[in-house]
């Protein structure tokens, strides 16, 4: 079983200040995380992912996360936001015997103020 | 490179009225293909998966249905809306099931049932 919990349904920042958005996953087994990220009435797109190489994964636009398996957490970071930045990010967890391909966090909606 | 068309765009129906989504992956043979539906103000839910042609699962009992008539065409259907089906679709594909492997989005359609 997978299982995956945004902790914060929405975050609001400063523009130029740093970014949080924080996700812990459950898996029974060596699971592979994503984050996507999903602008206004737009699809989802891959931001990074984490396949069991280095646990520091550096995505586009300046975004990166760390898986932590100790605390079983994946969580989003940027040093200093952008108004374009603003958008729902959604964590996702995926395990090698996954049927089901991936479970979805149930987003974090960033906004970002001037 | 792959790409993945879905459409239209967006749509208002009747309720009561039949529907027909329409995806098509090119650049890539034999994907597996999803069908997603995002209620506003909620995550994603997936409804239908593919591993290839005729082969149809079905995540959720509903008023929908879905068809893979050819490798790289996945339609989503409907003989008769319901307002409960208003909502973003999303069409995806992935190059297997197996953990890793990154699942890509089109770009969504808003069904509006009124």
């Known amino acids: 079983a997978q299982s995956v919990t945004q902790l914060d349904s929405h975050v609001s920042v400063s523009e130029g200040t740093p970014v949080l958005l924080r996700c812990n996953y459950s898996?029974?087994?060596?699971?592979?995380l994503f984050w996507y990220v999903q602008h206004p009435n737009k699809g989802l797109q891959l931001l990074l992912k984490y396949t069991s190489a280095a646990t520091l994964v550096k995505g586009i636009n300046g975004f990166e996360a760390e898986f932590k398996k100790s605390e079983t957490s994946f969580h989003l970071t940027k040093p200093s936001a952008h108004m374009s930045d603003a958008a729902e990010y959604f964590c996702?967890?995926?395990?090698?015997?996954?049927?089901?391909?991936?479970?979805f966090g149930s987003g974090t909606r960033l906004q970002v103020q001037p | 490179s792959q790409t993945i068309h879905q459409w239209p765009a967006t749509l208002v129906q009747p309720v009561g009225s039949p529907l027909s989504l329409e995806c098509t992956v090119e650049g890539t043979s034999n994907p597996n293909l999803y069908w997603y539906r995002q209620a506003a103000g909620r995550g994603l839910q997936l409804l239908f998966y593919s591993v290839g042609i005729g082969q149809i699962s079905s995540e959720v009992p509903q008023n929908l249905s879905a068809s893979r008539p050819q490798d790289r065409q996945f339609i989503l259907s409907s003989k008769k809306l319901l307002l409960s089906d208003s909502g973003f679709y999303l069409c995806?594909?992935?190059?297997?099931?197996?953990?890793?492997?990154?699942?890509?989005f089109g770009e969504g359609s808003w069904l509006t049932v009124v």
């Open positions: 995806a594909w992935s190059g297997s099931l197996h953990s890793g492997n990154t699942i890509y």
């Open positions: 996702v967890v995926s395990s090698i015997t996954g049927r089901r391909a991936l479970t």
């Open positions: 898996s029974s087994y060596s699971p592979s």
